[in-house]
């Protein structure tokens, strides 16, 4: 399976998860999605990145993506897994794991990486758009954790710039000044940004967050 590039089609798929079977577009419907790789039930630093994740769900639903992993172990598994979760990052798991026992969903979205492991998944996320292309993908090792703020950050890039004609800068975050899109002449984006626009040079130009 080729890699998964920014703009493809998410591949669809039916699957088995903690909340039975699940169809990733009927699933997604209308939003965002955010669909992430674990590589194995039981172990910790999954144990550490579903109760986090399962904290951040509050925030992940006021932008309007819906949350789905995936580990390759039985949803029986991934159901008692869960209890310890919940005890543990004091947290209720309210999304679901995806039971990828055969693999067909890891191989699909080639989430294996051999040559760093051969059965488990490496740690995988797609951002995927209302329209079902991909906007983001990153791959972190088995030993890394990843940073839920970061993809929160993301997500706030991905849809601002999904409605307006900027791109955001180094460590962005909501609310701070954004880039012109460098496609816009300046004459022309100060009509557009009523907020002002500041050149720095002719193809650095800042504007305030639109949506702020
Ligand atoms: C973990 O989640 O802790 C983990 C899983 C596989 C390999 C290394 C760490």
């Known amino acids: 399976m080729a890699a998964i590039r920014l703009g493809d089609k998410a591949p669809d798929f039916t699957a088995d998860s903690s909340m039975g079977t699940i169809n990733l577009y009927d699933y997604l419907g209308d939003s965002w999605g955010i669909l992430f790789s674990h590589p194995a039930d039981f172990t910790p630093v999954c144990t550490t990145e579903l109760g986090t994740a399962a904290n951040f769900k509050p925030e992940f639903d006021k932008r309007n993506v819906k949350m789905l992993a995936l580990s390759v172990d039985g949803a029986a598994s991934h159901n008692e897994w869960i209890k310890d979760i919940n005890e543990v990052q004091n947290t209720t798991v309210n999304f679901p794991i995806i039971a990828d026992e055969d693999k067909k969903v890891s191989t699909l979205y080639d989430m294996i990486h051999p040559n760093a492991d051969n059965n488990l998944t490496v740690r995988s996320v797609f951002i995927i758009a209302p329209d079902k292309t991909v906007k983001l993908t990153l791959t972190y090792p088995a030993s890394t954790g990843r940073n839920f703020y970061e ?11 999904a409605y307006h004609k900027v791109a955001t800068p180094a460590n962005w975050e909501h609310g701070n000044d954004v880039v012109v899109s460098p496609a816009i002449p300046t004459e022309e984006a100060k009509g557009m940004f009523t907020k002002g626009v500041e050149e720095i040079k002719p193809y650095l130009r800042m504007t305030p967050d639109p949506t702020t």
């Open 151 to 161: 993809l929160l950050r993301v997500v706030d890039s991905l849809q601002l710039t």
